[in-house]
């Protein structure tokens, strides 16, 4: 009985600072973020990635002016499993006039959105059920966050993939 309390509580303390840990890298990454965002005067874009085991991926790029999304332009490719060569499938670009007229692609987020996401629906997904991924590898900004659901085998995550974060200049007027 007394192995039993001792294995539960260490497992606890291990849980729970893992949770702490991953809540830590979020804080941090969110700050980052906020100085980013105040050094490119909320004018930025970034690229949002996905892949596919069955040999298909896509890429959106998110435009964002004075902190409201602008624009956004898609491309997708199957990739030859053997050689690793992408092969074009599908591309466009919207503007501002004509946001949200293509229904692949990335959702049309500012990275505020983004982190807020993470925040209240990513991040608290059931920890019992799924296991939750956070990581900040664009200098210190998000670039994963989500979780997949325990047993799920293919293309189960279920979040975001951020390849690259960059300030943009607005447009002139």
């Not at 809540?23 to 690229?47: G, I, M």
């Not at 670009?93 to 692949?104: A, F, G, I, P, V």
Request: positive net charge; aromatic residues 10%; hydrophobic residues 30%.
């Amino acid at each position: 009985m007394k192995y039993l309390i001792s294995l539960f509580l260490l497992t606890a303390i291990f849980s729970s600072c893992k949770k702490d840990a991953m809540q830590s890298d979020f804080d941090s990454s969110k700050k980052v973020w906020l100085d980013f965002k105040k050094s490119a005067n909320n004018n930025y874009s970034y690229t949002v990635t996905s892949g596919s085991w069955a040999g298909f991926g896509d890429s959106t790029i998110i435009s964002v002016v004075n902190g409201t999304v602008s624009g956004r332009k898609y491309a997708s490719y199957t990739i030859n499993g053997q050689t690793g060569q992408k092969t074009p499938r599908e591309s466009w670009t919207e503007t501002k006039s004509d946001l949200n007229t293509h229904q692949n692609g990335a959702q049309t987020l500012n990275l505020d959105a983004v982190y807020e996401k993470a925040a209240n629906e990513w991040l608290k997904a059931d920890k019992k059920q799924n296991t939750i991924y956070f990581e900040a590898k664009n200098q210190g900004m998000i670039s994963s966050c989500g979780y997949v659901p325990n047993g799920c085998q293919d293309d189960c995550f279920n979040g975001i993939t951020i390849s690259n974060i960059a300030k943009s200049q607005p447009p002139v007027l």
